[in-house]
């Protein structure tokens, strides 16, 4: 055999192997991801009549997406699903940052720190639902108790609207703000320590060192960390579902609980697969916009 | 030779177990943790002893009867054989017999189903035949009674409350007397539950009306204002919680034991707990009556319990059918009665000497599961259950006029009662 014929060989048994290694994951993704986004979308073209199931499913194109926009619950589920992303993502970015910078600081002991960075992470999401809808009980949660004691009068958390909202969006911010914080920490510790050095024989202040160089430095851990978060934030489902159930009536419903509603219990599972294939573009957009921005700013700092 | 002899053994041995396999059969059946599956075990205990050739295996799962029929829904829209009997809610018959996720009971019974239907509650016998099938058999009875604290009602003098605005006098009453800021005068589920459907049901029956009249919605009455208007005297008078909207079924009795209730509407397993618990501090004081009723109306109640139904897709569904007919006896309903203060389904049960030492309110009770009703039967009654409670909720909570709850309860309705 020719010298050629070996490496043309071996190209293509390469090839095959590069092939052969890929397919588990291909295999994978198709499983878990392509083939359930695709009955997805086919279950919201079709419809089941639940006074009479055994009629079976009937195709009724894209009447379920029609019914979306003229239902007003889904409008308000809607609604309140951004107002906690607006709340919640700047809110527990902010929070993050902090905890991150804290978690930085040279303790000679670090981990007290960061256990308690980790642990409201490490809490499973309906717990900590739970534990706050203690907190802001009226008569023996311990948000009123401090309240009273500093003179307020005890407030109706859960049953107003707007102050659930409020106690929802603090628990997320609370529970949200650690993980943040983790992926920001991670992003302070590969910054350089010889710019600070630089930065000190300039004479940079310390604000001037954060905003000049731990902030540029830390953009893109910031960006993942809020795409992350946004993601999460348009499916938020626990806690609000520990905390209030979606009231007081559906006042506090999220978009994702409302799907669960029309699949789980009212068995809708045409209307339902339509108000989650709504939620899966909304993410979608909401991606591809931070991505397009972050890739633009990426290029842009790259012709400095 | 020696070898020979442990193969054989080991033949014969694996062919026997085989054998004996065949013969028995595993029956599984779910209940909620609510429905005391401790109990159900016992009496599963005692029913493998009678049949040798049945194991019985009981599956708990789900606090509230919402998140049991999540679970189900999953299991059973999958045809998972998993499951072989399912304890279901009262109010759940026409949609799994709908769904077709309940074996009718007809073939199986043959005969026997004219024998036995009419030896139950009659309101029983109807609730779990939909079209003429027997969906499943009744396993325990329910219904809400008034519970009220007889020491306090006893200190200020009052009668038992006829009416709800007497009820509304004493609990004031009281309430001024006591002095205590933490002790409520009335508690009622209004949390967006299930149980906040019969706070809404109560007063509207009690009315004399009802959701429905000849299958079409019926909420187009003044009848169907009064439980709004009852709710909102109520909180003017400051006798409720001031949360009622987050008040769910079980938080009424927490409530109560800890000596902080004076009068609350809930289900039958009420008395028990605040008669026996450890840390119930009104042991020896809990009073039991029919729920009281608008001037010149009815006392009505909400009807409850759980039922046997045997899943489609079992495997085994004769050895189930005659398991589902045992927990359908009277001598089970004896059991539960006296182990969980479950109300019977019988109405013979209720004057058996040992149910009475051990629930001596039983015999007032079986005069109100009598007259109890039924919630609106329907093949959609989660919808219609979320459209009822939902609105009842938000009017509790203050964000909601009577006007508006009961135009945004219809407007969810409507489709459905086309």
Redesign the interface.
């Known amino acids: 055999m020719t010298d050629a014929v070996i490496s043309t060989s071996k190209d293509m048994s390469e090839r095959k192997l590069g092939t052969l290694l890929l397919l588990p994951a291909a295999a994978l993704l198709l499983l878990v991801v392509v083939y359930p986004i695709t009955t997805l979308f086919f279950t919201s073209l079709h419809a089941v009549d ?5 009629a079976g499913e009937q195709w009724v194109g894209l009447a379920n997406y029609f019914r979306a926009f003229d239902d007003d619950r889904f409008w308000h589920s809607l609604f309140q699903t951004v107002l906690y992303v607006v709340v919640t993502v700047p809110g527990a970015l902010l929070v993050g940052l902090g905890l991150a910078l804290l978690a930085n600081k040279p303790f000679t002991v670090k981990w007290p720190v960061r256990l308690g960075l980790l642990l409201p992470w490490a809490l499973p999401l309906v717990f900590c639902g739970l534990i706050f809808r203690w907190f802001f ?3 023996t949660g311990i948000v009123n108790d401090v309240l009273v004691r500093v003179g307020f009068e005890p407030l ?1 958390w ?4 707007t102050l659930a909202t409020i106690a929802i969006c603090i628990t997320i911010i609370w529970k949200a703000s650690s993980f943040m914080a983790l992926m920001l920490l991670a992003g302070l510790q590969s910054i350089p320590k010889s710019l600070y050095e630089a930065a000190e024989v300039d004479g940079a202040s310390k604000w001037q060192q954060f905003v000049e160089i731990t902030l540029p430095m830390l953009r893109p851990a910031i960006f993942v960390a809020l795409i992350f978060r946004t993601i999460t934030a348009i499916q938020t489902f626990d806690i609000p579902y520990a905390m ?8 506090t419903e999220t978009l994702a609980m409302y799907i669960h ?1 029309t699949t ?4 809708d599972f045409g209307y339902g697969s339509a108000l989650a294939t709504l939620m899966f573009v909304l993410s979608l957009v909401l991606t591809t916009g931070y991505l397009k921005y972050t890739r633009r700013s990426a290029s842009r700092s790259g012709e400095d | 030779m020696k070898l020979w002899k442990i193969l054989l053994t080991a033949v014969l041995g694996v062919a026997f177990a085989a054998n004996v396999a065949a013969q028995q059969t595993t029956l599984r059946i779910f209940t909620g943790g609510q429905q005391r599956p401790d109990v159900m075990r016992k009496i599963a205990d005692e029913y493998q002893k009678r049949n040798p050739n049945v194991k019985v295996e009981v599956e708990v799962g789900g606090a509230t009867s919402d998140s049991q029929q999540q679970y189900l829904s999953t299991v059973l829209s999958s045809k998972d054989s998993v499951l072989d009997l399912v304890l279901i809610d009262v109010i759940r018959p026409a949609q799994w017999a709908a769904q077709g996720w309940a074996e009718p009971l007809d073939s199986y019974l043959g005969a026997d189903k004219a024998k036995i239907l009419p030896t139950y509650l009659k309101a029983y016998a109807e609730a779990n035949t939909v079209d003429g099938k027997l969906m499943a058999l009744p396993y325990f009875a329910d219904a809400q009674f008034l519970y009220y604290r007889k020491d306090l009602l006893e200190k200020y003098k009052r009668p038992v409350p006829k009416t709800w605005d007497d009820m509304i006098e004493t609990a004031r009453i009281i309430m001024d007397g006591e002095k205590a800021p933490q002790l409520q005068g009335f508690s009622t589920a209004g949390a967006p539950i299930e149980g906040t459907v019969c706070t809404y049901l109560v007063p509207l029956w009690g009315a004399g009306s009802d959701i429905t009249k000849d299958g079409k919605l019926n909420i187009n009455t003044p009848e169907a204002r009064q439980p709004f208007q009852l709710y909102g005297r109520m909180k003017q008078a400051g006798v409720l919680p001031k949360n009622v909207a987050e008040i769910p079924t079980d938080r009424i009795r927490v409530d109560f034991q800890a000596g902080n209730v004076v009068f609350a509407q809930s289900w039958g397993y009420f008395w028990n707990r605040a008669e026996n618990d450890a840390d119930s501090k009104v042991k020896g004081k809990v009073g039991v009556a029919v729920l009281p009723h608008d001037k010149g109306g009815k006392s009505a109640t909400c009807i409850g319990g759980w039922q046997v139904a045997v899943s489609a897709y079992s495997k085994n569904k004769q050895e189930a059918v005659k398991f589902a007919r045992y927990l359908s006896s009277p001598e089970v309903s004896k059991m539960q009665a006296i182990m969980a203060s479950h109300l019977p389904v019988f109405p013979q049960v209720y004057k058996d000497p040992e149910v009475i030492k051990a629930n001596p309110w039983f015999a007032e009770a079986l005069p109100v599961v009598e007259t109890a009703k039924s919630r609106p039967v329907s093949a959609q009654y989660p919808q219609v259950s979320d459209a009822i409670r939902s609105n009842m909720n938000a009017y509790l909570a203050g964000i909601k006029t009577t006007d508006t709850a009961l135009n945004d309860m219809k407007s969810r309705l409507t489709p459905l009662y086309r």
């Open positions: 639940n006074a009479n199931p055994r009980e009226y008569e109706q859960l049953s107003s609207p209030t159930g979606g009231g007081p009536g559906d006042a509603k789980l219990d009212f068995l």
